[in-house]
Every structure is written in C-alpha cells, then in structure tokens.
C-alpha cells in the first residue's frame, strides 16, 4: 500500500519543498511488511525518534520507526535549520549595514531580496533533508512505516492498517506551537514557527507575540530583513528566563535594530480589518491598539499526545507531556519517552542526549540518569545567550554558597578589534571551590563558546585546570582564560601574599 500523501505539506509547492518532500515523506512510500517482533519500535520520527531508531539498529536490533508527518521533526523542518538559515541572511544586512564602522564604504540603496532569502532557506533545508530521509534510514536497517501511528495494547503499535509488536517502545512525538485563547486571534489569523518559514512575501509590519527565545530571534531576524517590528510581551523583561544581565545586553541590541518592545502587556482581543490585523492591548495599565500586516506567536509549546491511544498502552501523560521516570521511563515500563514530548528543555540536542539514554537504558537494562545531563542552550539572537548549569539565584535556592566571575568583553582583545565588545561571561562556582555550577555567555558566537563550559562540567573539570590550559591568542574564548585566572587570584590569600613577598625578599 502506497503512503498517503501528508495532511500538511510545506508551503510554497516549489522544486526545493518538492525535493525535502520527496526525502522525508516520498508520497510513492509503500511502507513494508511487520517483521513478527520489533526489539524497539520509535513512535515520531524526529530528532528523538531518528537517534534511537538509528542507535539501536546500528547495534543489530530489529527497529521499526512510524512518522505521520514529515521525518526530520521540527528541527529539520520548521525549527532549527530554516531559522538558522534566515538569521544568517539576516546577519549578512546587518553586517553590510555596519559595514562604516570598519572603514568599509558601501554604496547607498543596498536591500533585502526577501524572496531570495526564503528561497535560500528552502534550498538548504532540502539540501540537509536527506540525512533524514526514509531511503536512508531503511538503508540503516530501520523499517520506516509513514502514516498515522497510534498504540493498540501495552506492547503493539498500529500504521497503515498493520500491527507492530514491539519488545520495547519510545515515544518521540515532539511538541509544537502554542495559540494562545485570545478572541478573534484565529478568525484573524497568525503565524507560528510551522508556518512562518512558508512566507514569500516580507510582512511590511509584524507583531511577535512572546519574547522568549524564538520571539527574540525571529523579530530580529524580520527587522533586520525589513519589516517593522514590534514584539509584545507578558512579563516585565524579554527573556525572563535568563539572567537578567545578558538579557538587558540582547534587549538594547534589538532597540538598537529598530524594534519596539513592550513588556507586560496583555492582549485583549484580535480584529481582522481591511486587510490588516488589529491587535487590543492593555500595557501596563494603558489601553492601546495596534495595526499590523501579521502576528507571529512564539510563546511556548504543547506537546504531541493526542491520536496516540496512550491510554491503550497503559502510559499517564498531562498538558506538560507524557510521564516519565528519571531513566525516561513511562508508566509502561516497556515503553520509553524521548525529545521534546516529556522533558522541560525542548532543544535538538536534548531530545539526541535522551534518545542516546533510551538506547541504552531500554535495550541493555542500562540505568543512566536524565538528572545526569549537563544541558547547554543558545538562543540564537546577535548577540547570542548562551547558558549551561545553574543560574546564580537556582544555586542560592538550593542553599549553596555561590562565587560568581564576570568578565566583560571590552576586556578581551579579539572582541575590541572586531568592535563588538557588548557582551559578558558569568561563571558561578561553589563558594571556596573551583567547582563550576553554572554559566552564562553573552557574545556573537556564544553558543561556540560554550561548549569548553559545558566539557568542563561534565568532566568534574573546575577552572584551576581552565587556567592552566593555553588558549590561542588573540580569540574570544580567552575570556574563559581571563575568568579562571580571576579565580585564581582569589586563592592568593593575604597572609599567603605576605609570605610570598617575603620569600621574594629574602632571595634577591
């Protein structure tokens, strides 16, 4: 039996959509035959999905994988790979239009072709489409089953009218945008991450509702290509998440593009008029409206359950996802969770990092830890927040004694050639120790900093030995350099000063 054609192909129906299409969900699939017994069968053929699936056969075990929609989940699709393409474009006018800063002269009248950029990116999605595709991951050993995937007992599966019998099972459905119960906001209509990356017209004027981080990257991203933005926000603060030093560097830098930021502010209503939305809006005690051509939504996302028939495999699940143990089991010790459908970090390599553990845990008995996870994350603005560990105030909660070392880039040499010295690093350790509990980077390639942090963690690494090691000079990472020889400064006590001063005394 040929798989149906999916409910929700990508939009624009052009050679590059048709190319990721035929990659990730080919509409001639004819899906296989059951073998009698799957050693592991992976529900959602995401980032979560596609590592277990890709793990466990690749250590000989018998793997079926079922994707009703399009493989390659939000990351490949709708999430990481077409923001990160259109950041860059985005980046690009930025950089021609600072490019006076640098003794650069550019010629008057230089513009975004936004046609251009969407095609870029739906050339580059389809160009990565194929590490995802269903050929190769038959290829691998997997059989790819495309179509509606639901459980039918705790220990089989049903697609396409076949029953799959599995030993042991993960769930890896995803997640996907939130739209908020505001009245009138549906009959106007809005767009998400799943949508907003179909546009091939530039909004003249957008709303991102949210200032989280897809808010906060996708408003930059829009302003810098052209259109006046405007970002709406809950909370006091944008990024209310994150520390609030490097979120107040980010926010002026989205002031200093041109967008206009209001924070606690409440939407009352949505009113499609003559061609363009009108959004009612209460901000801090003041009543305002607001016209604008398009309202994009970034604040938060739900998880996948419904049509799975969790109830018929015996596994409890809320509004915040599918239940789990710390060794990502379910309800069903059979079955498993993986990715964004049952942890509270919704990033691609979360949902990798706990495929990796259902593997192990499910196929070998295996008792690795979610807990055990040092999880980093970036959130993809210019310049970029970068965060691994605790935050100065979770620390403090747990009762901990917390000393913390900042050092700001208009003290790194790198950073003051290439004038881009607005940004941070934050590195808390246990008080009287060089035990790193958290950081946090500010910086325009934070996110490639902050691995050596993370590396650090996970190896019980602290920053005497930070210290020690030689970073190349001049590089932005010198910074971490710069913070460990802070600490070690604090280890130099008075009264070991004094004796070292006189030891230098006595032997000159």
């Known amino acids: 039996m040929t798989a149906a054609r999916p409910p929700r192909l990508i939009e624009p129906w052009d050679e590059h959509n048709q190319k990721l299409v035929a990659e990730v969900h080919p509409l001639d699939w004819v899906n296989p035959e059951p073998a009698p017994r799957y050693n592991l069968v992976a529900m959602g053929a995401g980032t979560a999905g596609l590592i277990a699936a890709a793990g466990a056969a690749g250590l000989g075990a018998k793997v079926a994988l079922i994707e009703r929609h399009l493989m390659g989940g939000d990351c490949l699709n709708v999430g990481c790979v077409p923001s990160k393409a259109m950041i860059r474009s985005a980046r690009a006018f930025a950089d021609v239009r600072d490019a006076g800063n640098y003794g650069v002269s550019v010629p008057p009248g230089a513009t975004v072709d936004f046609v251009k950029v969407m095609e870029r990116v739906r050339k580059l999605r389809a160009r990565i489409g194929p590490h995802d595709s269903a050929r190769r991951y038959q290829q691998l050993g997997v059989d790819v089953f495309l179509g509606e995937g639901k459980f039918t007992s705790p220990q089989t599966a049903a697609v396409d009218g076949k029953v799959l019998r599995f030993s042991k099972g993960v769930i890896a459905t995803g997640a996907r945008a939130v739209i908020l119960p505001i009245n009138g906001l549906r009959e106007a209509g809005c767009l998400t991450n799943e949508t907003v990356f179909s546009l091939t017209q530039l909004p003249r004027r957008l709303a ?54 209001h924070c606690a502010c409440k939407i009352l209503e949505v009113q499609k008029r003559e061609g363009e939305k009108v959004i009612h809006l209460e901000c801090q005690g003041a009543k305002l409206k607001l016209a604008v051509d398009e309202i994009l939504l970034g604040v938060g996302r739900a998880p996948n359950v419904e049509g799975l028939n969790l109830e018929a495999a015996g596994v409890e699940y809320t509004s915040q996802g599918v239940k789990v143990n710390d060794y990502l089991q379910t309800t069903n010790p059979r079955i498993y969770a993986a990715g964004d459908i049952c942890v509270p970090h919704k990033f691609t390599h979360t949902a990798d990092a706990t495929a990796r553990i259902v593997i192990q845990n499910a196929l070998f008995a295996g008792r690795k830890k979610m807990s055990a996870l040092v999880i980093p994350w970036c959130t993809y603005t210019d310049p970029e927040i970068a965060h691994v560990g605790l935050y100065e105030a979770q620390a403090i909660e747990r009762g901990m004694r917390v000393q913390t070392f900042t050092q700001a880039f208009d003290g790194v040499d790198r950073a003051l050639l290439e004038s881009e010295t607005e940004g941070l690093i934050k590195v808390h350790v246990l008080h009287g120790t060089d035990r790193i509990l958290g950081a946090t980077i500010v910086a325009r390639q934070a996110g490639e900093m902050i691995s050596e942090i993370t590396l650090a963690m996970t190896g019980n690494i602290g920053l005497k030995t930070i210290a020690r090691t030689i970073h190349p000079y001049p590089t932005r990472s010198e910074a971490i350099k710069k913070i460990a020889d802070a600490y070690n400064r604090t280890r130099l006590t008075p009264t070991a000063k004094k ?4 030891w230098l005394e006595w032997t000159r």
Not at 208 to 224: D, H, S, T
Not at 227 to 239: C, N
Not at 499 to 502: A, D, K, Q
């Open 208 to 261: 991102v509702v949210g200032a989280g981080p897809i808010g906060c990257e996708l408003a930059q991203a829009f302003r810098r290509l052209g259109a006046e933005v405007v970002m709406l926000e809950a909370e006091p603060k944008i990024l209310p998440r994150e520390d609030r030093d490097a979120a107040a560097i980010v926010e002026r830098a989205l002031r200093h593009d041109g967008i206009a930021i």
């Open 499 to 502: 004796l070292f001063t006189r």
